[in-house]
């Protein structure tokens, strides 16, 4: 067996007692000492570094039980942050986090996406702009997250195929050469399910349908997404639910993105809002759209199921306005199609607060500072 030195003893107490602070956010020496079964003298020592370190801030007292008021410590949870931005088709979001993954500041800019230069240098000032209303230097931004709809390479630098916004072959370097941090692209999918697992630690496997006006999806395993080869976690959106059926933007036809889009759910012209407003109000063509869109959501959650029998999240913006009605409704449609029906409820509604995918999209740059931060 290794022996521990004193160096790594020392390092091993102040990973324990960082790690005490952030989950509890607010304690004091003495919880620490009791907690952990420390030494005054080495909690002492070992605060003072941490404090030094802008780990850790004194932030006001705890009322007194009879004899001196106790500091209060907390994690310096804005000592850095990490940026988010989501491209979409006509806009963008960025949103800045902090250590807890909480949403500092957020804007949306109106943007048609161009595969050009003057978009991208349009882009990066004000992603620029936004960081510098935060006043921080730079060397506390962490990196910048970017996401979108597209098959991205293992490493993050290129996107390997982007029909939808027409951006197969953009390289990260469109950013890295306007903006003075770590950049990388991110599957808006899995984003949206990073987000997901930030919010829910004790979610373990899932497979995660994020329903926009295209789907995207990731598989969940062990809190890590399954790893492919070429197509990472999957693009389960594009298995064909109706032969020959309508046609995709992949170019084939009866693909699960054809029909359970929210593109494939509403009219022309017409919003999610809207439609939900019409479907509760009884509107018989809403509710005859809405029983046929169901019938082809259940077939693929169905097939989802019999590949692995993980848990189905729904989320995405059709989320925000599904029911408990409306998922019992869908499980008891999946229940009667299934080989192997169940009565446990395995579909559930995302958890995801707003903006998850922007988000999603900063969270690794905030958990890998937190691991750096936490070795022992």
């Known amino acids: 067996m290794h022996n521990l030195t004193t160096s790594d003893v020392k390092n091993q107490n102040k990973s324990n007692i960082l790690k005490f602070i952030y989950t509890n956010r607010t304690t004091t020496q003495q919880m620490i000492c009791e907690q952990l079964n420390l030494s005054r003298p080495t909690v002492i020592r070992i605060l003072k570094e941490l404090e030094e370190e802008g780990c850790i801030l004194k932030d006001g ?13 907390t994690f310096s949870s804005s000592s850095h942050i990490a940026i988010g931005v ?24 109106n943007l048609t996406f161009k595969n050009k230069k003057s978009y991208f240098l349009s882009l990066c000032t004000s992603i620029t702009s936004f960081i510098n209303t935060l006043n921080l230097p730079n060397t506390k931004v962490l990196g910048i997250g970017i996401a979108l709809q597209g098959l991205i390479s293992s490493d993050g630098h290129e996107i390997v195929y982007g029909k939808i916004l027409d951006c197969t072959g953009l390289t990260i370097e469109q950013f890295t050469k306007h903006l003075p941090y770590p950049c990388m692209f991110v599957h808006d999918a899995e984003s949206a ?11 373990q496997n899932a497979i995660f349908i994020n329903i926009r006006h295209d789907i995207s999806g ?4 062990n809190r890590t997404f399954l790893p492919g080869r070429e197509l ?26 054809a029909y359970c889009s929210t593109n494939a759910l509403l009219s022309s012209g017409e919003s999610l809002e809207s439609f939900f407003q019409g479907l509760r109000r009884k509107e018989s063509d809403k509710q005859e759209r809405w029983h046929s869109y169901l019938h082809y ?13 993980f848990d189905i999240i729904l989320g ?3 989320s925000r306005y599904l029911s408990e009605e409306d998922l019992d409704l869908i499980s008891d449609l999946v229940f009667h199609i299934s080989a192997f029906p169940t009565n446990r409820r395995f579909i559930k509604l995302s958890r995801n607060p707003d903006f998850p995918i922007s988000r999603g999209a900063a969270l690794p740059y905030i958990q890998g500072h937190l691991l750096s931060m936490t070795k022992s």
């Open 86 to 109: 989501e491209i979409l088709k006509h806009s963008y979001e960025i949103v800045a986090l902090n250590l807890y993954g909480e949403i500092l500041k957020s804007e949306t800019h």
């Open 193 to 203: 399910a990073l987000s997901e697992l930030w919010i829910s630690p004790q979610l």
């Open 218 to 221: 990731a598989i969940v395993v």
């Open 61 to 73: 007292f705890f009322e007194s039980t009879g004899g001196r008021k106790a500091t209060a410590l």
């Open 297 to 309: 959501l259940s077939l693929a959650i169905n097939n989802l199921h019999m590949f692995t029998d």
């Open 316 to 318: 995405g913006t059709l």
């Open 232 to 257: 990472k976690s999957g693009v389960f959106e594009h298995m064909q639910i109706v032969p020959d059926g309508k046609p995709c933007y992949c170019g084939q036809h009866g693909c699960f993105n």
